[in-house]
């Protein structure tokens, strides 16, 4: 495998090389355009090209044309991601970012911290994609501006709306697996304020999503006997968005988005445990925004996400999670002069949980006061960013974290950076408090992080490569001498991603690359792999329009991987194949078609948790231009 993606690698670099010549005088192509603007590395607004940061921007075209069913299955196979799936649409999939934990990276729903202050993981596949107008994802540490959570990096979602005009939408799917799909909203905007709805629907018969334990190792499902069932699932969002402006320089929005899913999963019948539950992820937040002028900016970010779960037992109540965060952020934005930019602002945050069962029951609270600032300046060819935070953590006391990044356009459209930073990640309140493995004792997770980067972009292609290591000092793992949690590991990650985009004979191709050395460096397991990453991934998109015709393909393959620390399970690797076709037949009517894993290839992400086979897809929208 590891042949492979060098093959691959060095297969991108001289395509990109022949269609570099092929293309230069070709008419600038809107589907490569980086000159996209973002918020989430620096929160302020820049162009994806000078970011220092590693930035990737999904929009929505790109969302529908993809024709995922789930954020998780539009995020596989990208630059630094590796996810872990436990058997299927709407099960619990885990994100790695550039080989971090997966409670180590940040998600964010239009400026709102989001994720479970329990577990520590975000309930991606309870946010509808038909929702999401965007995505950005950073890559490298943001501690310096956002705090806990942000050492691997930090992914935005930005739901729908803020269009002028009106637009409505309908969308009628159904697919393989008992897959049924539908939606509807409108966007009605004007230049004086905005407003947008949309409800979806999704639902599956699932698959049998466990295939048993593997004894005598203990992992994947945790069962001998699960039950021999399809798992199924459903999900009904609705979400609200709305702004106005009340003058040249005071504006105001609001958004609101509650999904309601309820979800099976596999477990043996002898243990009595939970095999079905109600979920509830909501999300709530606005944004007051004064400019008076252009040198000066103050905005008011407030926000509250709810992850809750009630689990069953059939019919029976068995037990409940259920968190709270509150957050909210002052900021001011302060241009010094032409090319200088200074930003203050200061945070406000609190987690709750409720935890309620007879194998653990517990409230807790903690609340974290910060304070910011970023200061950003443009040199002749140089830029130059600079951050530094510290956090006041009820719980934990101060924390300091900063980052330095530097780039430098060295012409002919290439561009060199270079940045340093340090982040931490505060423990969850079931590492904390949850019975038989909780310590109340731990202490957050830190982490120093090195990337350089180089670049290059002309009007028809562009490259990306990043190099990086991470070293992280006080891991939180299951420490089998105190039977709980425990500050007992470090680890030290190395890698390199290559993004390449480019127009040839018409077709739209994108390459992803990515590199990983994701090691262990505690006592017990020093030099280890760490569990369920990949150490090589690759993706590789291609579309094309023939008239009312649109066609594409996605190839993803990920190298083998351990499940875990003590690497004696494997996971194989595996290579799949997506083909997709669309047909504009009417005016504003589309009708998309679609084979996921066209080869019915037999792999798994997560050890034990089966993945599905070749599924088919049909999906009919419209959508009045």
Not at 462 to 481: E, G, S
């Amino acid at each position: 495998m590891q042949l492979q993606l060098r093959q691959l690698s060095l297969a991108v670099a001289l395509a990109l090389g022949v269609s570099a010549e092929a293309s230069a005088q070709a008419d600038h192509d809107p589907t490569t355009d980086l000159d996209q603007v973002v918020v989430t590395a620096t929160r302020t607004a820049t162009t994806v090209d000078q970011s220092l940061a590693a930035v990737e921007v999904i929009d929505r075209e790109q969302i529908q044309r993809s024709q995922a069913r789930s954020l998780q299955e539009l995020l596989r196979g990208r630059a630094g991601i590796n996810l872990g799936n436990q058997g299927g649409i709407g099960k619990v999939s885990t994100l790695f970012l550039r080989g971090t934990e997966s409670d180590h990276t940040l998600f964010l729903v239009d400026g709102v911290r989001i994720g479970s202050a329990t577990s520590g993981l975000a309930s991606l596949q309870d946010l509808p994609l038909e929702l999401i107008e965007r995505v950005e994802i950073v890559r490298g540490p943001r501690s310096s501006l956002y705090g806990s959570e942000a050492i691997g990096g930090v992914v935005q979602v930005f739901t729908r709306g803020g269009r002028d005009g009106v637009h409505p939408r309908l969308r009628l799917g159904a697919g393989s697996h008992g897959l049924r799909e539908a939606g509807a909203g409108v966007d009605i905007g004007g230049a004086r304020g905005w407003f947008g709805i949309d409800y979806t629907h999704q639902s599956s018969d699932g698959i049998n999503a466990c295939r048993g334990i593997g004894a005598p190792l203990y992992a994947g499902c945790g069962m001998d006997h699960p039950d021999p069932d399809r798992d199924g699932y459903e999900n009904n969002a609705l979400s609200l968005r709305g702004g106005i402006r009340f003058s040249n320089a005071l504006s105001a929005d609001v958004h609101a988005l509650r999904g309601e899913g309820h979800n099976a999963y596999d477990a043996d019948p002898a243990w009595g445990l939970p095999d079905n539950s109600d979920t509830t992820q909501q999300v709530v937040g606005g944004k007051l925004r004064y400019a008076p002028g252009q040198r000066f900016a103050l905005q008011l970010v407030a926000g509250r996400n709810l992850d809750a779960s009630d689990n069953y037992f059939g019919h029976a109540f068995s037990d409940r999670f259920q968190s709270t965060r509150d957050s909210a952020t002052l900021q001011g934005d302060l241009t010094l002069a032409a090319g200088q930019q200074l930003t203050l602002g200061a945070d406000w945050a609190r987690d709750r949980a409720d935890v309620a069962g007879p194998f653990a029951t517990f409230d807790a609270a903690r609340g974290n006061r910060a304070g910011f600032a970023q200061y950003q300046g443009r040199f002749g060819r140089h830029d130059l960013q600079l951050a530094l935070r510290h956090d006041d953590n009820e719980q934990f006391g101060g924390h300091g974290t900063g980052s330095l990044a530097w780039g430098m356009d060295a012409g002919h459209g290439l561009r060199v950076t270079a940045s340093v930073g340090s982040a931490f990640k505060a423990p969850t309140f079931n590492e904390l408090y949850y019975p038989f493995f909780g310590n109340p004792n731990l202490r957050p997770e830190t982490s120093r992080s090195a990337e350089l980067g180089v670049a290059r972009r002309r009007d028809a292609w562009h490259w990306q490569f990043n190099a990086f290591q991470t070293a992280i000092d006080d891991l939180i793992v299951y420490d089998p001498k105190r039977f709980q949690a425990n500050n007992i590991d470090r680890a030290r990650i190395r890698g390199a991603e290559l993004s390449a985009g480019t127009t040839l004979a018409g077709w739209e191709l994108s390459a992803q690359a990515s590199l990983l050395d994701p090691r262990n460096h505690s006592n017990a397991n020093d030099g280890k792999l760490l569990p369920r990453r990949a150490r090589q991934a690759a993706r590789l998109d291609a579309d094309r329009r023939f008239g009312d015709w649109r066609v594409g393909a996605s190839w993803m393959a990920e190298g083998a991987r351990y499940d875990d620390v003590g690497n004696a399970l494997r996971v194989g690797g595996y290579a799949t194949m997506d083909l997709r076709a669309e047909l504009a037949f009417a005016r504003d009517w589309t009708l998309q078609a679609s084979v996921h894993n066209a080869f019915d290839r037999n792999y798994e992400t997560a050890a034990y948790y089966n993945q599905p086979g070749r599924e088919f897809g049909l999906t009919l929208r419209w959508a009045p231009q």
